[in-house]
């Protein structure tokens, strides 16, 4: 049974970092893409992040056009561990995360087939 599993969400303010952190089980880590995507009340699920599996080029991420350069997606294969590191918070990166995994990486909910239970990010002005 595959299971993935947040953490590090939290309530900070405007301008703070935090790096939220996912590990899985139940199927080989490696293999896999991981993906990172929020919702906030009242709107879909949106992409964050995503990373490939690691191969001889290193691995790849892709990231929305409202985190990018704000945030960092980084995975370790040794610890089954997928973590975004967010920094210069905003009010509107509120919202809960979840982590996704999935055979490649897509900005799509329909490109990954398990999913964690979200973790809470507030961000206050």
């Known amino acids: 049974q595959v299971q993935l599993v947040e953490s590090g969400g939290g309530l900070v303010q405007a301008g703070a970092s935090l790096t939220l952190s996912c590990t899985a089980s139940?199927?080989?880590?490696?293999?896999?893409?991981m993906g990172w995507f929020r919702q906030a009340p009242g709107k879909e699920r949106e992409f964050v992040a995503a990373i490939s599996r690691i191969n001889w080029s290193g691995a790849r991420t892709n990231y929305a056009d409202s985190v990018k350069g704000r945030f960092t997606i980084s995975r370790d294969n040794a610890k089954n561990t997928v973590l975004l590191q967010m920094n210069k918070l905003k009010p509107e990166d509120t919202a809960v995360y979840y982590c996704?995994?999935?055979?490649?990486?897509?900005?799509?909910?329909?490109?990954?087939?398990?999913w964690g239970q979200g973790t809470q990010v507030t961000v206050s002005s």
């Open positions: 139940g199927r080989t880590f490696s293999n896999y893409a």
């Open positions: 996704a995994s999935g055979t490649a990486m897509s900005v799509a909910t329909t490109g990954y087939d398990y």
